[in-house]
């Protein structure tokens, strides 16, 4: 069961409020959070959402947790302060989530439902969920259910969603078919009503939502006010003490996914072409880029990306490549299986020294493993990538900001030092949504390397792109420039790019390439390569990469505010690995808590191979699952409290 979490709505806290909202995959859940992260974001609050759902088209279950805050937030909350839902199913799966002083909406159909009957239940949970009621001697049923959360303090409110349908009908002369359409809305606005939110908000998120389609907004417009007018007469909301309200801001801020702010880094950073082939969760990004192939640039302009879906990663891969080659910035992504089958064209890149981004998502693995559910399991196949040894360089993000400015900076990696750049990220970043500020473009400088002028006629021979040099760079030509052909082959070869194995030409060239990564180390910052929050003197430290920062972020925010400094060392540049400056960094830690939502520590391997350090404790998380704040603050009392294991895993089974 969750900790208990309040919410912060007393009288001088910041308000921070976590809603969620579930039922049938196509039943209008992402409406619903649409329309109340509009609300709240209109009403000048900060938003953090997180989608989760079965790789099921239709009918399988979904949820969606929107936080409302007065101050930024960046990660989930386990503990919900109202959920709603839509049918049993999400009635059964998340009541377990609410604690003391919070609420649930439910069907007034669902008040007494059979645990084992509802359809999509997994047995297991089911079970689970009768021995539980069993122990407080209440029957498998969400009645029982429902029973054992109003003792636990939580309000119930049992709404009566045909009769607001009907209602609704009738006020509009319109068939049931068609009034039950906002049955997503009517959800939302009986969310609204029972915190005191005001209707206005919510009534210009409809507006947002759709528009240019009056008749759909003037429908949606009348069921929040019916929806409001059915909370006030039907529900004494004096023993609900949780309340949202709006909050003053005049700053500009979007609400952006992983997906589309890496795709919007990409067009920032001057991409020209990406290749993709479907797979979740990397797809939404693409198909975003899809949806912007031609967009307005800053000078009044426009400009287009050309995006090709392939028959297969391996065309993928190399069609990128392939369009690296003639000077286009040039990307694919894909996901982890994906991934695996780009790994052959990904070493012919390397070896031809190919300026490409590939765009790497982390999903549940093995094989298929869990498509639409988040791991960061993939740390040890992209930073070997393919077989051999080669220059590549992997950059993590750990929020939205990040994504978008890491997406530019990618190119101009891959340009600078004329290798492969992997930019590693997860189904957690790309399914949630946060409030940003608008993006400063005045950041992204474009940098595109060391370029060959073309030769003119009288030079003679084949132009040496692959040539010697001190740095390791080689002046890079672009295909069809005058005089500067040479061969491009998979196999290893002289600097004209004539295949060869002499071993002399063999070892000069694999030493060549392997200067680059040398010289990334030195010339790129600290801050990109490790970024240190919190007091930077602390003993206690933690150690992590992508979208886990979030939850370690406010996890540190809890104990400072205890007066127990801490810091949290986020790793952004994985490979290469920065030796010194991790190795400084960690001397000083006591004790080292590294956390990882993967079964095994990928990054922890990587640590110690690296530098010898093992951390004190490992924090794993592995069912799919992001990671919360508070579990991380659960498990640090645990190790302050010298009750911890060195490995410790994240467990949740009602999630």
């Known amino acids: 069961m969750a900790a208990e979490s309040p919410n912060g709505n007393g009288s001088g806290h910041a308000q921070d409020l976590a809603w969620r909202v579930g039922g049938p995959q196509g039943s209008g859940v992402d409406t619903a959070a649409l329309i109340f992260q509009r609300a709240c974001g209109i009403a000048g609050l900060h938003l953090f959402g997180r989608r989760e759902y079965y790789s099921n ?54 008040d007494d439902v059979e645990l084992h009957k509802i359809t999509y239940l997994d047995a297991r949970y089911a079970d689970d969920l009768t021995a539980y009621l069993a122990d407080r001697d209440l029957p498998a049923t969400t009645a029982g259910q429902l029973e054992d959360a109003k003792n636990r303090g939580v309000r119930l409110f049992a709404v009566d969603f045909d009769e607001l349908v009907d209602q609704l009908a009738k006020t509009l002369d319109v068939p049931q078919a068609i009034a039950s359409r906002t049955r997503n809305t009517l959800a939302v606005s009986v969310s609204t009503a029972l915190l005191d939110f005001p209707r206005d908000y919510v009534k210009k998120a409809v507006a947002k939502t759709w528009p240019g389609r009056q008749k759909i907004v003037d429908m949606n417009v009348q069921a929040v006010e019916q929806a409001y007018n059915y909370v006030d007469a039907n529900y004494d909301r004096s023993d609900f003490a949780i309340s949202l309200r709006g909050c003053d801001s005049t700053e500009k801020r979007m609400i952006l996914n992983g997906n589309q702010a890496v795709a919007l880094g990409k067009l920032a950073g001057g991409i020209a072409f990406q290749s993709y082939y479907p797979i979740s969760p990397a797809t939404d990004e693409s198909a975003y880029l899809e949806a912007h192939e031609e967009f307005a640039t800053t000078d009044g302009g426009t400009t287009n990306v050309v995006v090709v879906q392939t028959e297969d990663e391996i065309s993928a891969v190399t069609m990128a490549a392939g369009a690296a080659l003639t000077g286009a910035r040039a990307a694919t992504a894909t996901s982890g299986p994906g991934f695996a089958l780009m ?58 900001i990040e994504a978008f400015y890491d997406a530019a900076e990618c190119f101009n990696y891959a340009e600078r030092y004329q290798t492969v750049v992997i930019h590693i990220l997860d189904k957690a970043l790309s ?51 005058k005089g500067n052909a040479h061969w491009c082959t998979g196999g290893e070869h002289t600097p004209e790019g004539r295949v060869t194995e002499d071993p002399v030409v063999r ?146 089974p009602y999630q």
Not at 436 to 465: L, M, N, S
Not at 582 to 610: C, H, M, W
């Open 57 to 110: 088209i239709m009918g399988r279950h979904s949820y969606y947790d929107v936080r409302a805050s007065e101050l930024p937030r960046m990660s989930h909350r386990d503990a919900v302060d109202l959920l709603t839902t839509f049918e049993s199913e999400t009635l059964s799966r998340h009541i377990m989530a609410l604690s003391e002083g919070s609420g649930i909406i439910y069907r007034s159909d669902d």
């Open 343 to 400: 790994c052959e064209g990904l070493g012919w890149a390397a070896i031809n020294e190919v300026p490409l981004v590939i765009t790497e998502w982390q999903r549940g693995a093995p094989s298929t493993g869990m498509p639409t559910r988040s791991e960061q399991g993939d740390l040890r196949i992209v930073t070997s990538g393919s077989h051999g040894d080669f220059p590549l360089i992997v950059v993590s993000s750990g929020d939205v």
């Open 431 to 481: 399914s949630s949504s946060r409030t940003v500020p608008y993006f400063d473009t005045d950041q992204i400088k474009i940098d595109r390397g060391e370029i060959a002028e073309p030769r003119g006629d009288h030079d003679d021979g084949a132009f040496h792109r692959f040539a010697v040099t001190e740095s390791g760079i080689s002046p890079r030509t672009l295909l069809g420039q």
């Open 507 to 652: 070892e000069s060239q694999i030493e060549k390439r392997a200067r680059k990564m040398e010289l990334a180390l030195r010339e790129i910052p600290l801050e990109d390569k490790v970024k240190i929050y919190g007091d930077r003197d602390a003993e206690l430290t933690f150690l992590s990469w992508g979208s886990n920062k979030g939850a370690i972020l406010e996890c540190v925010e809890l104990l400072e505010a205890e007066g127990v400094p801490a810091r949290f060392l986020h790793v952004r540049l994985i490979k290469p690995f920065p030796v010194d400056e991790i190795t400084e960094l960690l001397s000083t830690a006591k004790p080292l808590v590294i956390v990882e939502a993967n079964f095994s520590g990928q990054y922890a391997e990587l640590l110690r191979a690296n530098t010898g350090i093992t951390p004190d404790h490992l924090v794993l998380k592995y069912n799919g699952r992001p990671i919360s704040a508070e579990e991380v603050y659960r498990t640090i009392s645990e190790i302050r409290q010298g009750d911890a294991d060195m490995r410790i895993v994240l467990r949740n």
